[in-house]
């Protein structure tokens, strides 16, 4: 069981990885509009 | 730049490319399966030779469903749909190309060595040490080229799906990397640093989370760009896909040890899976309800449109699979699902129906866009719909059935408290006919697959002259010569290159750091651990060479997909099998050999329960011991000479991670085990055996079976 000090840590450096990622994408704006991205993403024609 | 010529810079040969993969290696994929299922409905599929023996095909087809199909389904999804939600081409040619080709032959290499028994022993992470290798490569270079062109994005907002995708590399990385920590002992053998309930938690953390960040995550990504794009309507609630990326990503890597409920591990880490697992039923069903949502007015599109069908199917499916998992974790429930043919059912249930159908939606939608044509027949996709559709309930209501019939059989005890069915082979008579029910299922699925080739065939040869076959070599939209390729790579100038080189160190100074760390200390522990509380109460005797010999012929063979070494803490598996196993069983065991389906009855005490020549019997031919057995023969193991030129260097290995073998006990080991052999060979003889039997595979494989719960001993 020794190697949960390796795997829980690991876990929550994860975890921690993506509350980073989650907090640089709230601060670089990622969050700020919900709405327009779903209706965006459609105005592409790709064929 | 207008919309035309943003759209020219597109690469779209690689995501061609990955398509036209991810259909062939459907087609293995599920040709290994139906023969993988034949071979449980009749012992003769297995053909007598060990390359085609149940285990060793079996892993072929997992890795071929997982790597194969789906590895290249997310990849030409993931290429396609980046490039339009970025409004950029992907960051480098070359790498992409370099992850194509790299991962194709790491497919090729997993078809050659599985079927020569070159395997890991670990589920889904077969593959020897040199292939390991080359996936973290390949795998890395395909997370650099997202990153990168994450970067050069011409769209400020990273939409939904590409956080998916950005998730799906980061863990895929991390467990690949942290299960793969093996010591080499040949060119193509290993032994993990980690042993018995170390390496079933890493194994485990790893193996769930395949399936969550390899057949979830990237396949989340890909529903919520193609359903709307499909449908041509915005996802229902593009807050709650986000809400959904980050729960899912926050409770996943937590629900790893469901798959060891009521085994030795401690019961607070089983309890924690278990928790896990049924918090991960709320965001998954929220995605799930998101998608069909979507659809929410347009079902008489659905009703029109195969593309919308599969895709709508797929979410569906995908909501069953992740209802089924939470239930199957709770413990109670997990005591008559676990080791069953219940869990065939439910992966089955996400890999055909989740996987299997969101791929072939995504390539209905696909092929005629990228070739600029139309579908050839629509209804030929409504046939293959249907009988997909139709062969996956064949599928599953066959292995449920099966699944719960078995366990229910296994488990009975009767009022005086004996086993009901005291004999394992009284339950598997029982659902042999379902196994060919399975099998009927899984053929329609593949008619179904094959009226997909045809389709598509066809839709290709309608593509305008200019758009001709696979590649596209000559298309003039999508033909981008060398000067244009480094161009569009060095094409923002110095400055901008220079603004993303920290990045980019940043990124992998953090996984050189983590590899790096995780080399140094994962061995560390695994061997400290071995002093730990858990094993004070008893004493553990290391193999012998010969046994340690055989052990790895039983990791050749795949013993472990059929048969269990885990007898769990409930009355009828101890009833039936003995006490129930603590930790120190499987002290030094690289890997642990627990195994996840009782196909077979559970080993884990099976040593001294028979005499030698019962087992080399039972080898040669399985129906002389148990007229109703469906197990292969194992006729070569009685011909083939047992190498013993590596078992030095194997035991070194092993003393190396701690298992407490003498410096003589290792530098004698081919004594030692040629002596071991000859004696029991020669006790075989006496006894009426066949003779000359002491330099054969099967003597050492006999004497690890004997081995199995001689072992240990309570201080």
Redesign the interface.
């Not at chain 1, 991205?37 to 459609?42: E, F, N, S, Y």
């Not at chain 1, 592409?44 to 064929?47: Q, T, V």
């Given at each position: 069981?020794?190697?949960?000090?390796?795997?829980v840590p690991?876990?929550l450096l994860?975890?921690f990885?993506?509350v980073g990622?989650?907090l640089w994408?709230v601060k670089s704006?990622?969050?700020d509009?919900?709405?327009s991205?779903?209706?965006?993403?459609?105005l592409?024609?790709?064929? | 730049m207008n919309e035309e010529s943003i759209k020219e810079q597109y690469d779209d040969k690689v995501v061609k490319y990955f398509l036209v993969a991810t259909i062939v290696w459907a087609g293995v994929a599920l040709l290994l399966g139906i023969y993988a299922a034949l071979e449980l409905a009749s012992y003769k599929f297995n053909l007598g030779l060990q390359w085609f023996t149940f285990g060793r095909i079996r892993p072929l087809h997992t890795n071929a469903a997982i790597f194969a199909f789906a590895g290249n389904t997310i990849f030409a999804g993931i290429y396609h749909s980046m490039q339009r939600l970025l409004k950029t081409r992907m960051w480098s040619d070359a790498v992409s190309w370099f992850h194509f080709w790299g991962w194709q032959l790491i497919i090729v290499s997993a078809a050659i060595t599985l079927p020569l028994g070159f395997t890991q022993g670990k589920e889904y992470h077969e593959l020897e040490w040199p292939i390991d290798i080359a996936i973290a490569v390949v795998w890395v270079a395909f997370g650099l080229n997202m990153i990168q062109t994450i970067r050069r994005r011409k769209e400020p907002h990273i939409y939904v799906a590409i956080w998916f995708y950005l998730a799906t590399f980061v863990t895929v990385a991390l467990l690949h990397i942290v299960n793969s920590i093996e010591i080499p002992v040949g060119y193509l053998k290993s032994y993990p640093v980690y042993a018995g309930v170390q390496d079933a938690l890493v194994q485990w953390w790893y193996g769930h989370n395949a399936v969550a960040f390899f057949l979830t995550t990237p396949f989340l990504g890909l529903m919520y760009y193609y359903i709307p794009k499909a449908v041509n309507k915005p996802v229902y609630s593009y807050r709650l896909s986000v809400v959904h990326f980050w729960s899912l990503v926050f409770i996943y890597i937590w629900a790893g040890p469901h798959h060891l409920l009521n085994t030795a591990l401690p019961e607070w880490a089983q309890t924690l899976g278990m928790v896990f697992s049924v918090m991960l039923w709320i965001p998954s069903w929220g995605g799930m309800i998101n998608g069909l949502m979507t659809l929410r007015g347009a079902w008489d599109k659905v009703k029109a449109d195969p593309v919308l069908k599969f895709l709508a199917t797929a979410t569906i499916f995908y909501g069953m699979a992740t209802f089924e998992g939470p239930l199957m974790s709770i413990k109670s429930v997990s005591e008559l699902a676990h080791y069953t043919d219940w869990v065939i059912a439910h992966v089955h249930g996400g890999a055909l129906g989740w996987n299997g159908f969101l791929s072939f939606g995504m390539i209905y939608y696909l092929v005629p866009k990228l070739w600029k044509t139309n579908l050839y027949s629509k209804s030929l996709a409504e046939t293959h719909f249907w009988l997909g559709t139709v062969g996956i309930v064949i599928y599953m209501l066959s292995m449920w059935t099966a699944g719960i019939s078995q366990g229910m059989m296994l488990n009975a005890v009767d009022a005086s408290g004996h086993l009901v069915y005291p004999d394992f082979v009284q339950t598997v008579t029982r659902i042999v006919p379902l196994y060919w029910v399975r099998a009927f299922g899984g053929v329609m699925y593949f008619i179904g697959y094959l009226l997909l080739v045809y389709n598509v065939i066809k839709t290709i040869k309608l593509a305008p002259k200019a758009a001709p076959a696979v590649a596209g070599s000559s298309n003039p939209v999508l033909n981008v010569s060398v000067g244009d390729l480094v161009k569009s790579s060095h094409g923002e100038g110095p400055h901008r290159v220079l603004e993303g080189m920290p990045i980019i160190l940043t990124v992998l100074a953090v996984v050189a750091v983590l590899v790096g760390s995780v080399i140094e200390i994962v061995p560390m522990i695994a061997a400290t651990d071995q002093s730990s509380v858990e094993y004070a109460n008893f004493k553990v005797k290391p193999l012998t060479s010969l046994q340690l010999a055989g052990r790895d012929l039983y990791i050749r063979e795949g013993c472990y997909l059929c048969h269990s070494q885990m007898i769990r803490t409930m009355v009828s598996d101890v009833l039936r099998y003995g006490p129930a196993n603590e930790m120190a069983d499987s002290r030094y065991d690289h890997p642990f050999q627990w195994g996840s389906k009782r196909t077979g009855p559970d080993l884990a005490r099976v040593g001294g329960k028979y005499p030698d020549l019962w087992h080399f019997r039972h080898m040669l031919n399985p129906r002389d011991i148990v007229t109703q057995s469906i197990m292969p023969e194992y006729k070569w193991l009685l011909e083939q000479k047992l190498d013993l030129s590596s078992i030095e260097r194997r035991m070194s290995a092993l003393q190396g991670l701690g298992v407490p073998y003498t410096d003589l006990e290792v530098s004698g080991s081919v004594e030692d085990a040629k002596k071991e052999a000859a004696a029991l060979a020669a006790a075989v003889e006496k006894d009426g055996g066949p003779q000359g039997m002491a330099d054969k595979e099967i003597t050492a494989l006999v004497a690890y079976l004997q081995s199995l719960g001689k072992q240990t001993e309570k201080k």
């Open positions: 069981m020794g190697i949960l000090i390796v795997l690991l876990a994860l975890g990885f993506f990622v989650f994408g704006g990622q969050c509009d919900l709405e991205p779903k209706h965006r993403m459609l592409e024609k790709d064929d | -």
